[in-house]
Structures are given as C-alpha cells and as structure tokens.
C-alpha cells in the first residue's frame, strides 16, 4: 500500500496524476487527509480522502507520497502523520517521493544530503547538503523527487518504476499515450 498524504493547500496535480498512474497499474494507493477527509487543493478542488491521518496503519507500507502546492507543503510539514511515516518509510527503506516544495521537508529532515534530487525552483537552499539536478523528476535509492506540476506524469511513471518495474512503466505509459 501507497500512502498519499493531502493538507489543504496541496497541488492537485501533483497528487492526482501520481495516484491515477500507480492505480492503473494495479497498485494499491490510500489518499489520507490531513485535518480531515476532505481537504482543499491550492486551486480550489476538493478531495475526499480515503482515509484521515488517524486511520493510517503501517502494515503493508511500500511509500510514501508528498505533493507540493503552498500551504500544502507547510501543512504537511506540521503534520505529526506525515513526519512519523517519513521516519517509518526510512528504517524501513521504503519508497518516498515528493514533489515541487515537497522535497523541502526531506531536506529539512536531512535526508537529502549526498543525494541527487529536484525540487520547484526557489527551493533549492532547503535541500540541504543533497546534489540539486534540472531534471523533471530524479531517483536516488529510495527517494524520488520531481520539480513541478509540470512534472507529474513523470513523476507518477518513476514511482511506478520504483514500485514494479520499468517494463511496467513503459506499458502504462503507451496504453495512456504518453510520448514524452
């Protein structure tokens, strides 16, 4: 199971194309609510979570995902929810991604240091000690990072090949039409 992790303010895109890719897959993916079930992306649209941060359970956790979106990267940060799974996901060497402002809070938390990551610009200084790269999205071990709404597709396929394989990710990606 993938945690998806919503607080108000998120970026739609960035939340919804990932969890649209690794569903088609097959895969199973939870969208929690921070604050509530329902939670107001950073353009106005509402999202009814699977479940509320009170209702998650680690057992059977494959990742974790972070969208971007201002506040809804803040919010996120705050969360007890979100910093406790970034800890599990880490002893656990489970998958992490973020993306856009996202990435900041792994930064913060020193998990980027020596790591090759991307992040929406503006952010850079918040990625402490990690190696910062003009890639849409970029995977180093278990953490992967994308730079922006512009970057979702991308981000949600490198999730996709983390999680199952790249033959999978390439098949997805020309049943959906994707040529990039």
Do not use: W
Not at 17 to 24: G, N
Not at 41 to 57: A, T, W
Not at 59 to 80: K, R
């Amino acid at each position: 199971m993938i945690y998806v992790f919503l607080a108000d303010g998120f970026e739609e895109c960035e939340a919804i194309a990932p969890i649209d890719i690794l569903r088609r897959a097959g895969l199973t993916v939870k969208t929690v609510g921070i604050g509530g079930k329902e939670v107001n992306g950073s353009h106005g649209i509402q999202v009814k979570c699977d479940l509320d941060e009170n209702e998650i359970d680690f057992d059977g956790l494959q990742g974790v995902i972070l969208p971007g979106g201002m506040p809804g990267t803040l919010n996120l940060e705050q969360s007890a929810t979100v910093q406790n799974s970034i800890d599990f996901a880490v002893k656990n060497n489970l998958l992490i991604g973020a993306i856009c402002a996202a990435p900041s809070i792994l930064g913060h938390k020193g998990l980027l240091k020596g790591r090759k990551t991307t992040c929406f610009t503006g952010f850079e200084k918040e990625l402490i000690g990690a190696e910062v790269v003009s890639q849409p999205a970029v995977r180093d071990g278990s953490i992967i990072t994308a730079y922006g709404a512009g970057a979702a597709f991308d981000f949600g396929f490198l999730l996709l090949e983390a999680l199952s394989n790249k033959s999978t990710s390439d098949e997805l990606k020309q049943q959906m039409r994707y040529t990039k």
